[in-house]
């Protein structure tokens, strides 16, 4: 997973999972969402980040 800004500049790269994890599920591993990660972010994600807005403060 990776995070990049306006300017396409990386932000975060994730590490490396082996076999299959779905997006959604890396999301919340990696950002738990007790905390407000994506406040005051406008955020573009695709369909395997369904829920995002609901799960999330954005």
Same mark, same amino acid.
């Given at each position: 997973?990776?995070? !990049? $800004?306006?300017?396409?500049?990386? %932000? +975060? !790269?994730? =590490?490396?999972?082996? @076999?299959?994890?779905?997006?959604? =599920? %890396?999301? $919340? =591993?990696?950002?738990? $969402?007790?905390?407000?990660?994506? =406040? $005051?972010? !406008?955020?573009?994600?695709? %369909? @395997? +980040?369904? @829920?995002? @807005?609901?799960? +999330?403060?954005?």
């Amino acid at each position: 997973m990776l995070i !990049v $800004n306006e300017k396409k500049e990386i %932000l +975060y !790269v994730s =590490k490396a999972y082996e @076999g299959r994890i779905h997006d959604y =599920k %890396l999301l $919340n =591993k990696e950002f738990p $969402n007790d905390k407000d990660w994506f =406040k $005051n972010l !406008v955020v573009i994600a695709d %369909l @395997g +980040y369904l @829920g995002i @807005g609901k799960d +999330y403060i954005i």
